[in-house]
């Protein structure tokens, strides 16, 4: 038993360091089940994390904009949030720098879209100039990480 929690102990460490996650299941003679999982490189990315949030904030925002723009800009917006990220993970199984350099810069671009379309959702009074302010302070703290990540990219 004892070898048991030393070896759960273990993984737990590892999971804690972004090495492994541990999935605990109990079935009904109480064993432990454990799952391994990989963490790819772009989940350790802060700017990946960032943008997460940034999804998330988009969503309970554009929850708010009127029905008749569900399929107008409301969707634009998603799209573009969720285009930050997902470049930023498709470019990680790159070969090449280069490569991954090309995706760094689309995720950019998606990036000013994103600030684009608030920026019109502004104008539309979906979203008030003090939600804009949140939106373009955290889209700036985004933008220069991802300008840091490119020019790392291309450097290498």
Excluded at 92 to 104: L, Y
Excluded at 112 to 137: A, G, M, P
């Amino acid at each position: 038993m004892r070898f048991i929690h030393l070896y759960v102990y273990t993984f737990i460490r590892l999971c804690v360091y972004g090495i492994i996650c541990i999935q605990k299941n109990y079935s009904k003679t109480n064993e432990l089940k454990i799952k391994f999982m990989f963490t790819y490189s772009f989940e350790k990315l802060e700017v990946w994390q960032n943008s997460r949030s940034l999804v998330k904030f988009i969503y309970q925002i554009t929850k708010n904009f009127p029905d008749e723009e569900k399929y107008g800009i409301t969707n634009q917006i998603r799209r573009a949030a969720i285009s930050v990220s997902s470049n930023l993970a498709e470019g990680s199984s790159r070969k090449t720098f280069k490569e991954q350099a090309r995706f760094t810069q689309i995720s950019f671009a998606s990036l000013l879209e994103l600030l684009n379309q608030l920026i019109l959702s502004n104008d539309l009074k979906y979203i008030t100039d003090d939600e804009l302010l949140k939106f373009r302070e955290t889209i700036e703290i985004i933008g220069n990480k991802l300008n840091a990540l490119h020019k790392s990219q291309i450097n290498k």
